[in-house]
């Protein structure tokens, strides 16, 4: 199973965050786009991949893969209502990587059926910016997930701040991914340059 290419993973709703911490150092980013045109939305995606290209980013669409297989992003996100509609034979006959979503040992089995490249437990701790059905996993959920799973790849998101962080990783997750860490952020490069220090090693 391959490595994910780096272990903080920011998901970002505009392609200009792409180009901002690309810049910065990150080279692992999820483009979450919601309620936009259609028009607007495969710009977006088009202007999110130039600056992949440019800056070394490995791009994660979420959600969109017909648009990610018309559009030529290599990798998507899904959901577990994502899984209800996605063509999972088409999207394997592309070859598109794939990470998805879990909350549950229910929605872990079902994704593993699926042999995704990762898979993405949350939230960790509470989070605002997205109405859950399921509360705080807490961090020894994330253990509990790695036994499961062995060397697939585990990122843990939801309420992870920077101080945070180094706790999801020794508890066994493989990535640690945020949003309001860095698109919320007065100095969103620096967030990345002190996400690359202290998830260095850990």
């Known amino acids: 199973m391959s490595a994910l290419p780096q272990k903080f993973y920011p998901v970002v709703d505009h392609a200009q965050w792409v180009k901002r911490l ?5 080279r692992f980013i999820q483009l979450r786009l ?8 495969r710009a977006q995606v ?28 290599s990798y998507i996100h899904l959901g577990q209502e994502d899984l209800d509609t996605a063509d999972m034979p088409a999207i394997c006959k592309a070859g598109l990587r794939v990470g998805i979503s879990t909350h549950c040992p229910e929605e872990l089995e079902r994704a593993l059926g699926l042999t995704p490249d990762y ?6 701790w509470e989070t ?9 996993q807490g961090v020894d959920k994330l253990r509990e997930w790695k ?22 990783l ?14 919320q952020h007065a100095d969103p490069e620096g967030q990345v340059r002190a996400w690359l220090e ?5």
């Open 119 to 124: 898979v993405a437990l949350g939230p960790i």
């Open 22 to 26: 690309g810049a910065a150092g990150a």
């Open 170 to 183: 020794a508890a066994g997750a493989d990535c640690v991914s945020a949003v309001s860490a860095f698109t």
């Open 128 to 136: 605002r910016l997205k109405k859950m059905a399921f509360g705080p």
């Open 34 to 41: 919601k309620d936009l045109p259609e028009e607007e939305l």
């Open 198 to 202: 202290a998830t260095t090693g850990v």
């Open 46 to 73: 088009r202007l999110a991949r130039t600056y992949a290209a440019e800056h070394d980013v490995c791009l994660v669409l979420n959600d969109f893969w017909q648009l990610a297989l018309e559009e030529g992003i």
């Open 147 to 168: 036994q499961r799973i062995g060397t697939l790849p585990l990122v843990a998101i939801g309420g992870i701040t920077l101080e945070r962080a180094p706790l999801c």
